[in-house]
């Protein structure tokens, strides 16, 4: 039995990843919990678990006392032995000295035995969920591949396989054009990690901007050896992003790179996003460069800062360009105002010296 039993703990480590000797420690505690129950709060216990020996012994401890009590006194047998018996366990007992008499397995009684398989499965959970604690922390805010297991039909939400744990991508976090089935495998962004009462938690997604980022630093080399910087991204998920780069070298064409032979880079992560729109454009420290940029594929004449210091600005592109600037609903202004930091106001060449003249004359 005994064989079988540290045989289940070698097991359980080569399953589970479990240390046999953290399990060990658990059930010694368990046991202890056990026999205290069974034996009126009796916890001087010695559990001796030696796997190398195939040793699995439980002890005991109680406190010699006279064959003969005084007057009305009445032997504690859980805690109590007299010195008669003491002596048959161990033949140099004295009075006030401790025995400890071996315990066989059914004497913990059955209350007792299933107090400790309680506080083993306890233990064992404990541990798996510091494995998948540990083991969502070192992906944090990374792109990792998981498995789709199965997707709710009611909420249309997929439950993924990362590693040996299990995290969900709600629905809100996928792309429209993913049409996900169980067997899968898919790219997730790992946006965050937290505790929870029912366990560790990934929040991860595949709308979140940090998922395109990742994205770019697999296919672009440049950006992974740090030649070229992504400075920003801005990005409505399944639709269009855009994003700033720069280069630490001169040598080097950021947003080619990024684009790369023939669009085969940024063709890539397309694909990956279901055909979502990229637009790269060149990061500046130069507010006006930037958001003059940022405002791709619209040509901008003119970009005029307030004078408040206030991150505001007004832009000119052309008449015939006014909508393109804009973008279907406003999405181009709205991901170039993202991109940057900056509150964009957009307007047509034929009315902007207008609003400059008037700029002039407040100024005076």
Not at 298 to 315: F, N, Q, S, W, Y
Request: with cysteine.
């Amino acid at each position: 039995m005994n064989r079988e039993f540290f045989d289940a703990l070698d097991l359980l480590e080569k399953e589970k990843g479990i240390p046999a000797e953290y399990m060990i420690e658990k059930i010694k505690n368990a046991i202890g919990i056990a026999v205290k129950r069974s034996y009126n709060g009796n916890d001087d216990v010695l559990v001796i678990m030696d796997p190398e020996k195939c040793v699995f012994e439980v002890y005991l401890r109680k406190e010699v006392v006279e064959d003969e009590l005084p007057g009305g006194i009445r032997l504690e047998a859980d805690h109590q032995i007299f010195l008669s018996e003491a002596r048959k366990i161990n033949p140099a007992a004295n009075v006030g000295d401790k025995v400890e008499i071996r315990l066989e397995t059914k004497e913990f009684g059955r209350i007792g035995a299933q107090a400790a398989k309680h506080v083993i499965r306890q233990g064992i959970r404990e541990v798996e969920r510091g494995q998948v604690m540990q083991e969502f922390q070192s992906r944090n805010q990374e792109l990792i591949t998981a498995t789709v297991e199965r997707i709710d039909p009611r909420t249309g939400a997929a439950s993924l396989m990362i590693g040996k744990a299990e995290a969900i991508l709600p629905k809100s976090e996928q792309i429209g054009a993913d049409n996900l089935k169980e067997g899968d495998r898919i790219k997730v962004y790992v946006v965050d990690v937290k505790e929870t009462e029912k366990g560790p938690r990934a929040m991860i997604s595949r709308t979140h901007p940090g998922m395109v980022r990742r994205l770019f630093e697999m296919e672009v080399p440049e950006i992974y050896d740090g030649t070229v910087e992504i400075k920003a991204v801005s990005r409505e998920a399944g639709s269009r992003t855009k994003l700033a780069v720069a280069s630490n070298d001169a040598n080097v064409d950021a947003v080619g790179a990024c684009i790369g032979p023939r669009g085969a880079r940024v063709g890539k992560i397309v694909e990956e996003l279901g055909g979502e729109k990229i637009d790269i454009v060149e990061y500046s420290d130069d507010p006006i460069k930037f958001i003059s940029a940022a405002l791709s594929p619209a040509t901008v004449l003119e970009v005029i800062t307030e004078p408040d210091g206030t991150r505001a600005c007004h832009v000119s592109v052309p008449d015939n360009q006014l909508s393109l600037a804009i973008g279907n609903r406003g999405q181009n202004a709205r991901l170039a105002a993202r991109l940057t930091g900056w509150k964009i106001d957009i307007r047509p060449e034929s009315t902007f010296g207008e609003l400059t003249r008037k700029r002039s004359e407040a100024a005076e």
